[in-house]
Nanobody, 124 residues
């Protein structure tokens, strides 16, 4: 099992930036893909982005392309989500997730481990 801990959420004005971090611990050598999802009140959990630990390849959801960037630091077992040009509709709880299978995917059921989430609020 992998433990994931997110940090970096907060309140920001529209147009601003935030960087989220996710530290993985436990059986991290089994993880091949890390992802970020988000869930706004009353809505389904939505895929944001994913990254491969091995080669750094990335995959983004349409709503964040060009604004968000995912990266990883393998030595620190940490994944980052840089969020720029934030909009009020980006307001949500952001979750880090880990997948032990190969291949970048935005399907929630493909991920095995989840963090507790960190709140991001964007004011207009």
């Amino acid at each position: 099992q992998v433990q994931l801990v997110e940090s970096g959420g907060g309140l920001v004005q529209a147009g601003g930036s935030l960087r989220l971090s996710c530290i993985a611990s436990g059986r991290t050598n089994r993880n091949y893909v890390m992802g970020w999802f988000r869930q706004a009140p009353g809505k389904e959990r939505e895929f944001v982005t994913a990254i491969s630990w091995s080669d750094g390849s990335t995959y983004y959801g349409d709503s964040v392309k060009g604004r968000f960037t995912i990266s990883r630091d393998n030595a620190k077992n940490t994944v980052y989500l840089q969020m720029n040009s934030l909009k009020p509709e980006d307001t949500a709880v952001y979750y880090c997730a880990a997948r032990t299978g190969w291949g970048l995917t935005g399907r929630r059921s493909d991920y095995d481990s989840w963090g507790q989430g960190t709140q991001v609020t964007v004011s207009s």
